[in-house]
């Protein structure tokens, strides 16, 4: 089957594919028109770190976060948004140097380890990139860049900016869209044929727009700027 690897620029609405999302963003009117108003608002300016994170295909985001959040929120945010199903470890290697959730230097005898206690602006400039890892046993990794920084205003801590439209899958029996996969035999189903299918139903995990779908205990994803990170 075929899946679209295309998004919604939430300020203009109209839709990209992930790779061209980072070009439309850069230049798109209504999100230079909304930045602007905030600014003449008179609120202290900082800055706003714009980030595109990428899972296995067809699963990307762009995102703005303050540059004085620390890593830890990004990692929360991730976890929130696409990963978080038991309270796995997590790390983000930048620069050789590992940045852990819980660091515990034994454990990573070949290359530097740090906490995620830094922020982003002490870290990071324009064009650097980072690996990320959730969970050391069934893992899901990411890759993120920093696309670009600028100076201004963000209400919030962390705000979405566009993400890939959830993907849709064919049912491995009936070729109608699927609701479930079934991590046993490692195939879609939709919910009727689900229920005449062989394996124990506590096999099939729903799906849903992440990449950490159809691993461990993950049955869910979170979308929405009204997150708050501390």
């Keep these: 089957m075929k899946i679209e690897n ?37 609120k202290t300016k900082s800055d706003i770190f714009y980030i595109q994170v990428k899972g296995h295909k067809p699963y990307w985001l762009h995102l703005e976060m303050k540059g004085d959040k620390q890593l830890s929120h990004l990692d929360s945010f ?3 948004i696409w ?40 870290l990071f ?8 890892e959730y969970d050391y046993g069934s893992t899901t990794y990411l890759s993120g860049k920093i696309v670009g920084v600028r100076s201004g205003v963000l209400k919030e801590n962390v705000k979405i900016l566009a993400r890939n439209n959830p993907p849709k899958y064919d049912c491995s029996v009936c070729n109608r869209e699927a609701s479930d996969y079934c991590v046993e ?9 689900l229920n005449d299918h062989e394996c124990e139903e506590e096999m099939s995990l729903p799906v849903v727009n992440s990449p950490r779908m159809g691993v461990c205990g993950y049955t869910g994803n979170f979308d929405t700027d009204k997150f708050r990170i501390p």
């Design 185 to 193: 035999c490692e195939d879609f189903y939709c919910k009727e044929c």
């Design 78 to 80: 991730l976890r929130n």
């Design 83 to 122: 990963l978080e199903c038991c309270g796995h470890l997590s790390a983000f290697t930048c620069f050789g140097i590992r940045y852990e959730s819980n660091p515990v230097e034994e454990a990573w005898e070949c290359e530097p380890v740090k906490s995620m206690n830094i922020s982003l602006k002490e």
């Design 125 to 132: 400039t324009a064009g650097n990139g980072f690996e990320y």
């Design 6 to 42: 295309e998004g919604v620029c939430r300020f203009c609405l109209k839709t990209f594919s992930g790779s061209g999302m980072s070009r439309h963003l850069s230049s798109c009117k209504i999100k230079k028109e909304m930045d602007l108003q905030k600014t003449i608002k008179g």
